[in-house]
C-alpha cells in the first residue's frame, strides 16, 4: 500500500489549469501593457507643450492644433479633438486632456483605462 507521502507531481488536469491561468495572465497583459503606453506617450506631450517657448503668447486655437500635431506623430489613436479642453486663466492657458481607451478581452469583455492630464501653457 503507498502512503501520501510518496505521492508528488501534479496531475494532467493540474497542469491544463496552471496552463489556462499562465495564459490569462499573459493576454491580459499583452492588452494591457500598450494602452498605458499610449497613455505615458500623452502625458509627455501635454507636459511638453509647458515647455515649448514657441506656444508662449498663441491662441488656444494654435495650441490645440500643436497637440493634435505631437499627438498625431506619437502615433496616439485613442485621443479625439473633443477629449482637449483648453481654458484661458489670468497667466496662462490650462490644457486638459480626459479620454478612455477600450480593448477587447476576450468575447464580450473589454479592458477599460481612463486618463486624465493637465498643463499650463503660459501667455508670456
Same mark, same amino acid.
Given at each position: 500500500?503507498?502512503?501520501? %507521502?510518496? %505521492? ?5 488536469? +493540474?497542469w491544463?489549469l =496552471?496552463i489556462?491561468?499562465?495564459?490569462? =495572465?499573459?493576454?491580459?497583459? =499583452?492588452?494591457?501593457? @500598450?494602452?498605458? =503606453? ?7 506631450v501635454?507636459e +511638453?507643450?509647458?515647455?515649448? @517657448?514657441?506656444?508662449?503668447?498663441? @491662441?488656444?486655437?494654435?495650441? /490645440? ?6 499627438? $498625431? ?7 479625439? @479633438?473633443? $477629449?482637449?479642453?483648453?481654458s484661458?486663466?489670468?497667466? /496662462?492657458?490650462?490644457? $486638459? ?12 469583455l ?15
Open positions: 500500500m503507498k502512503s501520501m %507521502q510518496r %505521492q508528488q507531481g501534479v496531475t494532467a488536469i +493540474g491544463l =496552471i489556462i491561468l499562465a495564459v490569462s =495572465i499573459v493576454l491580459f497583459f =499583452i492588452r494591457l501593457v @500598450p494602452m498605458y =503606453i499610449e497613455g505615458y506617450n500623452v502625458k509627455a501635454v +511638453g507643450l509647458a515647455e515649448d @517657448p514657441d506656444l508662449r503668447g498663441k @491662441p488656444s486655437s494654435a495650441i /490645440h492644433r500643436s497637440l493634435m500635431k505631437r499627438l $498625431d506623430i506619437n502615433m496616439v489613436t485613442s485621443v479625439e @479633438p473633443d $477629449d482637449i479642453y483648453i484661458r486663466e489670468k497667466d /496662462h492657458y490650462l490644457v $486638459d486632456v480626459e479620454f478612455e481607451v477600450r480593448r477587447n478581452l476576450v468575447g464580450n473589454d479592458l477599460v483605462a481612463y486618463f486624465n492630464y493637465t498643463s499650463q501653457v503660459p501667455l508670456k
